[in-house]
């Protein structure tokens, strides 16, 4: 076997898979994570305090070091179906950097509703522009994978219309505009509470050659 598909097909295979149990504890890990992130982000405790806090973490980060893996953990969700990543940066329940989305499927495509914090900020009080063409990239490339041809990547363009909001509910939603051969082409928005259109994207998504 060759090629990039081929590559992430194997490497997804070889990954030992978490039982149902075991995701949601890592779920649940990863949530406090978030919190704690989210706390460093916002925290205003004195020197000593944050040193002190700093030094828990480092304990804490060695008891979860202690048996590790040598690449991150793949999961049936409801305990059967096809192998999923559970720590993709956008949806992965299991990482902490993901807000994470829960993506559903529409008919032509693909939404989400979603919050995101101070994290996430990058001019004030705004979402960072690199966050939202994450977020942006993920939902169309899984609009493009369950409507069309599953695929990655290839060109993803953007134009931010207006700044996105930090703390409100945000919509994200994505079609798929056309497909022909390994090519697959979507766009999609981001929506703040009043509907108003932030960030528009367009992209295309290419199944990697076998
Ligand atoms: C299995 C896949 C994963 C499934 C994921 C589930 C969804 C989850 C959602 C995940 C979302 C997040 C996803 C991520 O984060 S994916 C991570 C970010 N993306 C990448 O890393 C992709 C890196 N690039 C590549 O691997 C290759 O360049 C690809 C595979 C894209 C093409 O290299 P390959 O050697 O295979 O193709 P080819 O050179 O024979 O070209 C084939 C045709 O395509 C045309 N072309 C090529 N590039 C472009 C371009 N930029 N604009 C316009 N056209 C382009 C080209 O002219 C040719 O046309 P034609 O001559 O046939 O007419």
Sequence with gaps: ????????ERARR????LDEEHLAALAALADRVRELTEAVVLTDVEIDELAAVGEQVEALT???????????????????GPLRHVTNPVT?????????LTI???????????TLNHVYEGP?????????????????????????????????ELRY??????????????????????????AGRI???EGLVTVEAKALFIAPQR
């Design 1 to 8: 076997m060759t090629g990039v598909g081929s590559a992430i």
């Design 14 to 17: 070889g990954r030992r898979a």
């Design 62 to 80: 060695g008891r979860l070091a202690a048996v590790r893996r040598d690449a991150p953990p793949v999961a049936r969700y409801g305990g059967h």
């Design 92 to 100: 992965g329940l299991g990482n902490p950097l993901a807000p994470p």
């Design 104 to 114: 559903e499927f529409t008919e032509t495509g693909a939404r989400a509703g979603f």
């Design 124 to 156: 004030p009080t705004f979402v960072h522009g690199g966050i939202t063409a994450m977020i942006l990239d993920q939902v169309l490339g899984m609009a493009a994978a369950s409507k069309a041809v599953p695929g990655v990547t290839a060109s993803l």
């Design 161 to 186: 219309r207006r700044p996105t909001p930090i703390g409100v509910p945000l919509t994200v939603e994505a079609e798929v505009t056309g497909s022909s051969g390994r090519r697959s082409h979507a």
């Design 191 to 193: 929506l703040d509470p």
